[in-house]
């Protein structure tokens, strides 16, 4: 049962709405899907910069001590730097061929579907009906969060999560 936490997709519904606040909320898109070494190599020049960029505002309020050591740890390997990049890169190509040839089939499996209602996500699209123009079973809603669910709201996440899976 797949579940998507403040990520909208079919990306064909984001890249032809990508306007100046979507890039702007969004700029590591287009930073991490750059060839390959550049953005790997920026991030690993400075790795408690770029993650303090891309956290934005959960930190510190919202990230723990040992949990930022953890996304710390992680962004410290080159490996881990580089598929997070070729993730993005995905995201920009050749997911778009994927979802182009899905266009006339919907998702069979129950689908759960979260996002942050303070985040563009919540504020700039009807999730539900964007997802549910791409699968036959969707259920899910808005938190008070921004995109940082797990971070910002973890026990409703994991409220919703589980009611989701118990199901």
Same mark, same amino acid.
């Given at each position: ?75 410290? @390997?080159? =490996? !881990?730097?580089? %598929? ?12 778009? &061929?994927? +979802? $182009? ?31 549910? @123009?791409? =699968? !036959?079973?969707? %259920? ?12 910002? &709201?973890? +026990? $409703? ?11």
């Amino acid at each position: 049962m797949p579940s998507s936490l403040d990520c909208l997709k079919p990306k064909y519904r984001r890249v032809p709405t990508a306007d100046r606040e979507f890039a702007t909320a969004y700029f590591h898109w287009f930073f991490l899907i750059l060839p390959a070494r550049f953005p790997e190599t920026l991030i690993g020049n400075n790795v408690d910069a770029v993650l303090k960029l891309f956290m934005g505002p959960v930190m510190p309020k919202f990230i723990e001590p040992d949990a930022y050591a953890e996304y710390r740890r992680c962004f410290s @390997d080159p =490996a !881990t730097i580089h %598929a997070s990049c070729e993730d993005y890169r995905a995201a920009a190509s050749i997911d778009l &061929v994927h +979802d $182009e040839a899905d266009m006339d089939r919907k998702i069979s499996c129950p689908v759960l579907v979260l996002w942050g209602m303070k985040g563009l996500i919540g504020r700039k699209y009807d999730v539900l009906a964007i997802w549910r @123009d791409r =699968a !036959t079973q969707v %259920a899910g809603s808005g938190l008070e969060s921004s995109h940082w669910l797990a971070e910002e &709201v973890p +026990d $409703e996440t994991l409220a919703e999560l589980k009611r989701f899976l118990a199901a």
